[in-house]
């Protein structure tokens, strides 16, 4: 089955400064990956999606890149703001079969200190 | 427009009773999942539910857990005889068709069993 790892539990980083989350992945690589965004007490927020034949994909101040090579994603948060501290979350959308549901990982904390 | 919406937001139940469990998704989306989510850790899959196919139960924990979706739209989840360790925050989200698109996320219902 397909095991997901995303980076430390949890990150801080200085507002204005670039976070970097991690995304990495075993086995068979995804049809799609996907980035989500949870508060506390909330459900996740869809915000980015990322095909296999995609390298890079950009959404404002986020940024998300696609290594099938490496089975690896990185997730990029420019000119941060405490406002973006949250779980951060990636998923990844495998056909293989029946298996047609999203592989959520355990997520990543982030906190943008001011 | 109106978002996935769950009911009950909170639920207390006694260890042995049933519970049910319900997710109303955003208008015209064929996908439907459950989800569940313990303290501080990712979403575990549950079911998935596509249009008028055999849903996916792949990801069900044990035969005390089963769902159903009336209509294409409005879905149950039950849970019978129920034990702590099913305490969690149960999600539900929809999409517009299968794991490739984005899922939008209900608040969640938050099961304590006692």
């Known amino acids: 089955s397909q095991k997901i790892e995303q980076n430390s539990e949890a990150l801080n980083i200085q507002e204005g400064k670039t976070a970097t989350l991690t995304c990495n992945y075993t086995n068979y690589s995804p049809a799609y990956l996907q980035w989500y965004r949870q508060d506390p007490g909330r459900g996740p927020v869809f915000l980015l999606l990322?095909?296999?034949?995609?390298k890079e994909k950009r959404k404002e101040r986020l940024k998300v890149t696609f290594d099938t090579t490496l089975k690896q994603s990185l997730f990029h948060i420019t000119a941060s703001q405490p406002a973006d501290s949250a779980t951060y979350l990636c998923a990844l959308a495998v056909y293989s079969g029946s298996a047609r549901q999203l592989t959520f990982g355990s997520g990543t904390q982030l906190t943008v200190l001011p | 427009g109106a978002g996935v919406s769950q009911s009950p937001s909170n639920k207390v139940t006694e260890k042995g009773k049933d519970v049910e469990l319900r997710c109303d998704p955003i208008?015209?989306?064929?996908?439907l999942y459950w989800y569940r989510q313990s303290l501080g850790q990712g979403l575990e899959f549950l079911i998935y539910f596509q249009g008028n196919s055999a849903p996916d139960k792949s990801g069900l924990p044990s035969d005390r857990f089963s769902a159903e979706r009336t209509g294409g739209s409005v879905s149950t989840l039950t849970i019978q005889r129920t034990q702590q360790e099913d305490s969690a925050v149960y999600l539900c989200a929809s999409s517009f068709a299968g794991p490739g698109y984005e899922q939008y996320f209900g608040p969640g219902t938050r099961l304590t069993v006692t």
């Open positions: 990322i095909r296999e034949n995609e």
């Open positions: 208008s015209g989306h064929t996908a």
